[in-house]
């Protein structure tokens, strides 16, 4: 497993595919902020829209862009009227046993856009998240995102055909695009900073690989720089060239993300919880994890347990 691969499992990533948007213009449809812990994303399958984001320049997305909100802000998509569109209607939906269609043109061929719309759900303080940029933008008609192309129609295929199966099938494969999309992005990054930048540095990478797999070790800085091969100078010359916050305060987000997911998914006691993740003394670990999620583990297991 390498580290990407973990801190997406970390983030007990899951996707959905809500929509399939058949529309003509000219329209102006406003998504309000998204609930915590929601990502959303839109793929432009075909015709042409635009992004708006309060004081943000516009972002013109045509057929094979795929547009993705890691903390779900608030956005307009702008649709103009098109003279080769059908006449803009009533907007209506309904559930063709898939996805929702929902559609302004009537019946009539020939929408301004054709849309999949979705959304990414993500557990409290998901660190790959949490080192995304706001927007990220790919699309599947370049060399970068060329593979996501028969997953994107297969998708397409899914959502209109409707067989036995179709949501199951739209759900795994909206699972799926998070990695896909995220995989093309970073392909199209030249430079990249924080963990994503860490990671991308075969060296530096090794000693978050490090932390991912043995979260309970004593880890000390000479550790960490020793699983990247380095001296201790040189590790924390080259980790502060990729990172704002030191080798010891990502362990920490790493281990409280681990803690997370554990007492969400397990029935571990917060003491035992503690040890797995590094903490000799369930009162220190108590402190941190409350600093970085706002709740004491009780009450974050109260409120966010999988049952």
């Known amino acids: 497993m390498d580290a990407l691969d973990k801190l997406i499992q970390l983030a007990n990533l899951s996707g959905a595919l809500d929509l399939r948007c058949l529309l003509s213009g000219p329209l102006e449809l406003e998504h309000a902020p998204a609930p915590v812990g929601e990502a959303v994303y839109h793929v432009v399958l075909d015709g042409a829209c635009t992004v708006l984001r309060p004081g943000q320049p516009p972002l013109e997305l045509t057929a094979g862009d795929i547009f993705f909100l890691p903390r ?12 080769h569109a059908a006449a803009q209607g009533t907007m209506e939906a309904h559930d063709n046993g898939a996805v929702t269609v929902r559609s302004n043109c009537g019946g009539a061929q020939g929408p301004g856009v054709d849309l999949l719309c979705g ?12 080192v995304l940029p706001d927007v990220v933008h790919v699309s599947f008609s370049n060399a970068s995102g060329a593979y996501l192309g028969p997953l994107v129609q297969t998708m ?8 036995l199966g179709a949501p199951s099938i739209v759900t795994a494969l909206s699972t799926a695009l998070f990695t896909m999309v995220l995989r093309a992005w970073l392909a199209g990054e030249p430079s990249l ?3 994503l930048g860490l990671l991308a540095n075969r060296r530096l990478g090794a000693s978050i690989i490090a932390m991912l797999e ?6 000390t800085l000479e550790m960490l720089a020793k699983e990247a091969a380095m001296s201790r100078a040189t590790f924390m010359r080259a980790f502060s060239a ?9 362990l920490s987000h790493v281990r409280m993300q681990l803690a997370s997911t554990m007492l969400t998914h397990t029935k571990k006691s917060i003491a035992d919880v ?9 009162a220190a ?3 941190r994890f409350k600093e970085l999620y706002g709740v004491a583990p009780g009450r974050f297991r109260a409120t966010n347990a999988i049952a």
């Open 193 to 195: 900073a924080g963990v």
């Open 242 to 250: 990729h990172s704002d916050s030191s080798p010891l305060t990502l």
């Open 214 to 219: 043995r979260p309970a070790e004593p880890w």
């Open 72 to 83: 779900g802000h608030a956005h307009v998509l702008s649709i103009q009227a098109d003279g």
């Open 156 to 163: 397409r295929r899914e959502a209109e055909e409707a067989q």
């Open 285 to 287: 670990f108590s402190k």
């Open 274 to 282: 503690a040890a797995d993740v590094g903490y000799q003394s369930e």
């Open 119 to 130: 959304r990414f759900l993500y557990a409290p303080r998901a660190l790959l998240i949490d």
